[in-house]
């Protein structure tokens, strides 16, 4: 299975569970830090069907909460008011952005390697035999001009990656998903 299935495949892992818990989801990955922002549906009914079904479940109508993935970690903040959602949605939502992550990111990096949009003396030089360095040593990625040509070549795989979320939400009109489907993965 391909980086791109898979980042389709949990993208479509969280519509559903954003459709089960009446929530809906921006997921960001088009800059840095990496963000998903999750809501409640915003029908003055929908709310008050959830403060029936359950008043341990509410959200205030403008509540929002985020995850923001940066320098290798996830952290939440939760803006707007009053986001109440059970334990275990809230850490499925948080796996499956980090797979969003994980994947997304697999494919990024396929693409510009495949279609050489980073030159070799541009790449960054690891060298896997020292011990890890300090966060505050000021190992850095090399500057890149942006004015260089080959930020055309970078806006073109943002294009690919975008033209990707596209295919993915019309395949999500056109086919149906079936509520009696396992979850494979135990999210």
Same mark, same amino acid.
């Not at 963000?35 to 915003?42: E, G, H, Q, R």
């Not at 079904?53 to 959200?59: F, L």
């Not at 050489?116 to 790449?123: F, I, R, S, W």
């Given at each position: /299975?391909?980086?791109?299935?898979?980042?389709?495949?949990?993208?479509?892992?969280?519509?559903?569970?954003?459709?089960?818990?009446?929530?809906?989801?921006?997921?960001?990955?088009?800059?840095?830090?990496?963000?998903?922002?999750?809501?409640?549906?915003?029908?003055?009914?929908?709310? /008050?069907? /959830?403060?029936?079904?359950?008043?341990?479940?509410?959200?205030?109508?403008?509540? !929002? /909460?985020?995850?923001?993935?940066?320098?290798? =970690?996830?952290?939440?903040?939760?803006?707007?008011?009053?986001? *109440?959602? =059970?334990? *275990?949605?809230?850490?499925?939502?948080?796996?499956?952005?980090?797979?969003?992550?994980?994947?997304?990111? =697999?494919?990024?990096?396929?693409?510009?390697?495949?279609?050489?949009?980073?030159?070799?003396?541009?790449?960054?030089?690891?060298?896997?035999? !020292?011990?890890?360095?300090?966060?505050?040593?000021?190992? !850095?990625?090399?500057?890149?001009?942006?004015?260089?040509?080959?930020?055309?070549?970078?806006?073109?795989?943002?294009?690919?990656?975008?033209?990707?979320?596209?295919? !993915?939400?019309?395949?999500?009109?056109?086919?149906?998903?079936?509520?009696?489907?396992?979850?494979?993965?135990?999210?």
């Amino acid at each position: /299975m391909s980086e791109k299935s898979m980042y389709e495949a949990q993208k479509k892992k969280l519509q559903g569970l954003c459709d089960e818990h009446d929530l809906i989801f921006k997921f960001d990955r088009n800059k840095y830090p990496i963000i998903l922002t999750i809501k409640p549906v915003t029908g003055c009914g929908e709310q /008050m069907s /959830m403060l029936e079904d359950n008043e341990d479940r509410y959200c205030a109508p403008e509540s !929002s /909460m985020t995850w923001i993935y940066e320098d290798g =970690a996830i952290r939440t903040k939760v803006t707007g008011g009053t986001f *109440t959602i =059970a334990e *275990t949605v809230r850490n499925k939502i948080k796996n499956i952005f980090m797979k969003l992550c994980q994947f997304g990111t =697999a494919y990024f990096f396929r693409y510009c390697m495949e279609t050489h949009l980073v030159k070799d003396e541009d790449l960054p030089n690891i060298d896997e035999d !020292s011990p890890e360095e300090d966060e505050d040593s000021g190992t !850095s990625l090399p500057d890149v001009e942006f004015d260089d040509p080959d930020q055309e070549s970078f806006e073109e795989a943002m294009e690919v990656l975008n033209d990707m979320d596209e295919e !993915s939400e019309e395949d999500d009109e056109d086919t149906e998903e079936d509520p009696e489907e396992e979850d494979q993965d135990g999210d």
